[in-house]
């Protein structure tokens, strides 16, 4: 077979491994090593594991990823969840739909903390759900809000999800974390919109207000205790931006920095302290395996030549970037319908990112626009993830009703792909300043 045929019947291959649950990382080392063995030989595949391992292994700007995701895990098992919905909840529970958008901003609050759309989703369900049932709203709109709600955290950084496209493409990975923050901030004011206008038309989702009217005097003694935290990001972020931090330096400030908050909150029990570490090094292991995998099946996939053949063919298109562009997101949403986000993110990556810059884009806004449509799929089904996250702590609502819900959100995520399209400008503004 010619390069380009054995790169296509790999690239098949890896969806059928995938079909039969393989894990995503494993699946694209098998097939990656059976195709580099193919196209040079099985004494240059084995070189070529080894070297990979150890060179991914030991990168130093890996460790971000492990930093990262314990600074979430101390949060999370601390009960920050619940200190940020009932500050939220004071403010803006009174307004019709009120919980729903508090469920929201919980989730990007969250989410500038944790980087891990699991942990924010599982959180809110068994947070936000038993008290919007308390005020009888309906499960269609309460699971489809806090299902939604990953897609914000998946975008505000630390995003595990962002770094991983960084290490693919060899991006800034500061820039990257810098540049998901204003479209995560507006994908978070978009689904608040989205839920003001389907409570408008259709009250009954959400018929009764919380009567209690919370005095101001409670509404700041809530609120004043989410202000360590937001000092803690403001410090990881800022350091980040301003030249002061790598991004695996601003990972390790945050990751002590939630440590010390949740020992001195006293809400971090010995055993979750514990459940922190071994879920760190279970989540970090995974993804290690993911990059290993990644970085073989990207080398044989560039061996394949496909990429090469792909941006010629391309480029002898006598069409606008923007259709190419357009062609782009149509793929990401319809295989983000069967397969998992990060196998997208792994599979993908390699192929169109050497093609996108090639036409004129941005690598930075490039990869925000990856994160978009990737977290479409995360609310599509059959696959979507954070709607089944969402139904595995909410065991009484049926998957449809959860997948119907997110629907409109769903729809908000579209517009946001489509100005930041129009407006790359969101994107790359911040990352241009940084120092």
């Known amino acids: 077979m010619s390069p380009e045929m054995t790169g296509i019947v790999g690239i098949v291959l890896f ?70 919905y009932k500050a939220l909840y004071a403010w803006i529970g009174r307004v019709r739909g009120g919980l729903g958008m508090a469920t929201i901003g919980a989730c990007g609050v969250f989410g500038a903390l944790s980087g891990s759309i699991i942990a924010t989703v599982a959180t809110f369900t068994a947070v936000a759900l038993p008290e919007m049932r308390r005020y009888q709203y309906r499960d269609i709109f309460s699971t489809g809000c806090i299902a939604a709600g990953g897609g914000v955290d998946i975008l505000i950084p630390p995003s595990t999800v962002l770094v991983l496209y960084g290490i693919l493409t060899y991006e800034s990975i500061g820039k990257l974390l810098i540049g ?10 978009l689904f608040i919109g989205t839920i003001y206008i389907w409570v408008k038309i259709n009250p009954s989702l959400a018929p009764l207000q919380p009567k209690e009217r919370v005095p101001f005097r409670e509404k700041f003694k809530l609120s004043a205790k989410l202000y360590p935290v937001a000092v803690l990001f403001l410090i990881a972020m800022g350091g980040i931006y301003f030249g002061i931090f790598t991004p695996t330096e601003a ?69 606008s970037p923007y259709v190419i562009l357009l062609f782009i997101y149509l ?35 490039f990869g925000i626009i990856v994160i978009i449509m990737i977290s479409i799929g995360t609310i599509t089904p059959p696959v979507g993830i954070c709607v089944y996250v969402t139904a595995g702590v909410a065991k009484d609502v049926p998957l449809g009703t959860i997948f119907k819900g997110a629907v409109p959100f769903w729809v908000a995520k579209i517009i946001l792909a489509i100005i930041l399209t129009i407006f790359p400008e969101i994107v790359t503004f911040l990352p241009s300043l940084m120092k």
């Not at 580099?36 to 099985?42: C, K, M, T």
């Not at 998901?180 to 004011?189: E, K, N, S």
């Not at 909150?265 to 071994?278: D, I, M, Q």
């Not at 395996?289 to 990429?307: E, H, N, Y």
């Open 15 to 84: 969806f059928v491994v995938l079909a039969f649950k393989m894990q995503i990382g494993l699946s694209m080392l098998f097939v990656g090593l059976l195709g580099f063995a193919y196209l040079s030989s099985p004494k240059a595949m084995l070189a070529k594991l080894g070297m990979d391992a150890f060179a991914n292994a030991s990168v130093h700007a890996l460790s971000v990823i492990p930093l990262f995701v314990l600074m979430g895990l101390f949060l999370f098992h601390a009960g920050l969840g619940h200190e940020i």
């Open 180 to 189: 998901g923050i204003v479209p995560g901030i507006l994908l978070a004011f």
């Open 251 to 319: 990972a390790a400030v945050g990751a002590f920095g939630a440590l010390i908050y949740s020992l001195a909150t006293k809400h971090l029990t010995r055993e979750g302290f514990k459940n922190a570490l071994s879920e760190a090094a279970s989540v970090t292991g995974m993804l290690f395996l993911i990059l290993i995998g990644a970085g073989i099946f990207g080398r044989f996939i560039t061996v394949s030549k496909i990429p090469m053949q792909l941006a010629a063919f391309v480029s002898g298109l006598d069409v």
């Open 331 to 365: 793929f990401y949403i319809i295989l983000g319908c069967f397969v998992e986000g990060l196998a997208v993110l792994a599979l993908t990556v390699p192929i169109l990112y050497p093609l996108v810059t090639s036409l004129g884009f941005d690598g930075v806004w």
